[in-house]
């Protein structure tokens, strides 16, 4: 616990360069099509979604807002 919470400081002075968010980036992808398709199927209900929260520790790693609000600003 205490090495995972050392890296992900780390992380945060090192920016996306980061071994972290290296790691993380791998499984961004997943979550974005998870959130991508919540989105599709609130649109074919007539509905929209104004704002998406990110939280959570992992939710201040450098980059991260960067690389939803490119893709899921559509």
């Given at each position: 616990?205490?090495?995972?919470?050392?890296?992900?400081?780390?992380?945060?002075?090192?920016?996306?360069?980061?071994?972290?968010?290296?790691?993380?980036?791998?499984?961004?992808?997943i979550?974005r099509?998870?959130?991508?398709?919540?989105?599709?199927?609130?649109?074919?209900?007539?509905?929209?979604i104004?704002?998406?929260?990110?939280?959570?520790?992992?939710?201040?790693?450098?980059?991260?807002?960067?690389?939803?609000?490119?893709?899921?600003?559509?």
């Open positions: 616990y205490q090495r995972a919470e050392q890296l992900k400081r780390q992380s945060l002075l090192e920016g996306a360069a980061s071994p972290a968010f290296q790691n993380a980036r791998s499984n961004l992808s979550i099509s998870e959130i991508e398709q919540v989105i599709r199927i609130t649109q074919s209900q007539g509905s929209k104004d704002k998406i929260l990110l939280s959570g520790g992992g939710s201040k790693l450098p980059g991260l807002l960067d690389e939803f609000a490119g893709e899921l600003s559509r």
